[in-house]
């Protein structure tokens, strides 16, 4: 079975500064996608970023973007220029082939935003 | 596009009572998905449906657990006999076939507390 691991519970940045998420997942499939998501406090989830793994180039989205090892297993997200905004849980993903499509998720990382 | 709402956003019930949430996916999502979160954890996958035809279950829906979707439209998650374990944020997401690898919209969730 998948699993996504992330083993930070707690990060914090302050505002401007640049923060990285680690994940790491276990698969045995060459063709799966991976996907960051955000959990505002009491607000519902949202796409922050795509990667699929046949694509070599690493996905970026405005001050978003992520470092895809895929032999290394490692999906980390990269979040430059830090505003109070992005303050949430943050979840890692893996979607695996298939019609199916369902999402198996990390733990989350709960990133604070200082002044 | 109003996004994927879901009904009620809370629910308190006493164990041993049954409850019933509900899910609109956005208009045109022929793909729908629920997933149940608990506090500190990543939503975890617990059915999904293809049109009205629910294609799969998880492990983690036991039989007091039925979803349904008639005529393909809004779905229904049904707990019977509410347990304690069962109080968690239950979290309803919608896709379409093309979207890109059939990304999910989140709802803002059903929140179940037992007591």
């Known amino acids: 079975a998948q699993t996504v691991t992330q083993s930070q519970p707690e990060m914090s940045v302050q505002e401007a500064e640049t923060v990285t998420l680690s994940c790491t997942y276990d698969?045995?499939?060459?063709?799966?996608?991976l996907f960051w998501y955000k959990q505002p406090p009491s607000r519902q989830m949202i796409l922050v970023i795509r990667?699929?793994?046949?694509?070599?180039q690493n996905a970026t989205e405005n001050r978003f973007s992520v470092n895809f090892q895929k032999a290394a297993k490692s999906f980390s997200l990269k979040i430059s220029d830090s505003q109070l905004g992005d303050a949430a849980m943050y979840f890692c993903?893996?979607?695996?082939?298939?019609?199916?499509?369902?999402?198996?998720f990390g733990t989350g990382t709960r990133l604070q935003v200082t002044l | 596009d109003t996004g994927v709402s879901q009904n009620p956003r809370h629910k308190i019930t006493k164990r041993g009572q049954n409850v019933t949430f509900r899910c609109d996916p956005i208009?045109?999502?022929?793909?729908l998905y629920w997933y149940r979160q608990t506090l500190g954890q990543g939503p975890e996958f617990l059915t999904y449906?293809?049109?009205?035809?629910?294609?799969?279950k998880s492990r983690l829906l036991s039989d007091r657990f039925s979803a349904e979707r008639p005529k393909g439209s809004f779905s229904t998650l049904e707990i019977q006999r509410t347990e304690q374990g069962d109080s968690a944020m239950y979290l309803c997401?919608?896709?379409?076939?093309?979207?890109?690898?059939?990304?999910?919209?989140f709802g803002p969730g059903t929140r179940l507390t037992v007591t």
């Open positions: 449906f293809q049109n009205e035809a629910q294609l799969e």
């Open positions: 993903a893996y979607q695996g082939p298939g019609t199916a499509s369902k999402l198996t």
């Open positions: 698969t045995s499939e060459s063709d799966y996608y």
């Open positions: 997401a919608s896709s379409y076939d093309y979207l890109p690898r059939y990304e999910q919209y």
């Open positions: 208009s045109e999502h022929n793909r």
């Open positions: 990667q699929e793994a046949y694509k070599q």
